[in-house]
């Protein structure tokens, strides 16, 4: 069931995928499709193009965006625009993965995903390196404001409480 909210994204990610004739060097190349085959990218490209849709089954998430099919396609479809514009899409409908959520409220809280490790500021220190400039959470929500993310957020809190009850 294509979602009407999405036409134009869906449609431009078509357009993206357009001159996929389907070889499969892209999966192959795929270091994550190697031990999870669910992870497969031609088979994600397929999706768009014939379906019209994301796929339901949400694996473009396993995604490490290591390049490696861009690189190697022979057609030169940016798979990671058109992978990334799944997760767009699917986190639009409050379906990204709670691990995902997860990390974008730590995003939020601290202004960083990692804040930096008391090793790392120590051995600045000794090899006599600036201080690194201090995450700030209120830039971070500027961002969320500007963005919309607040409201993508918000979709997928709702689903995680829901899939929790
Ligand atoms: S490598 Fe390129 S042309 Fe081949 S299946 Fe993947 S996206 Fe399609
Ligand atoms: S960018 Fe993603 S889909 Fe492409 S090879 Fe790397 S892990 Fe696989």
Redesign the pocket.
């Known amino acids: 069931m294509v979602d009407n909210s999405h036409n134009q994204e869906l449609e431009d990610l078509r357009e993206a995928a357009r001159p996929c004739f389907q070889c499969g060097i892209?999966?192959s190349?795929?270091?994550?499709?190697r031990v999870a085959p669910e992870?497969?990218?031609r088979m994600?490209v397929d999706s768009i193009i014939t379906d019209g849709q994301v796929p339901a089954e949400g694996n473009?998430w396993?995604?490490?965006?290591?390049?490696?099919?861009?690189e190697?396609c022979p057609m030169g479809v940016s798979?990671?625009e058109i992978?990334m514009g799944i997760r767009n899409i699917s986190s639009k409908e409050g379906k990204a993965p709670p691990d995902f959520v997860e990390s974008a409220e730590a995003l939020l809280a601290r202004g960083c995903l990692s804040p930096t490790s008391n090793r790392s500021v120590k051995k600045r220190v000794d090899l006599g390196l600036p201080d690194l400039p201090q995450p700030d959470p209120e830039h971070v929500k500027l961002i969320f404001e500007v963005t919309g993310a607040y409201e993508v957020l918000e979709a997928n809190r709702v689903a995680v409480k829901e899939e929790a009850e």
């Open positions: 892209c999966a190349s795929c270091p994550v499709f992870m497969n990218p994600s473009e396993l995604c490490a965006y290591c390049l490696m099919c861009e190697r798979l990671t992978l």
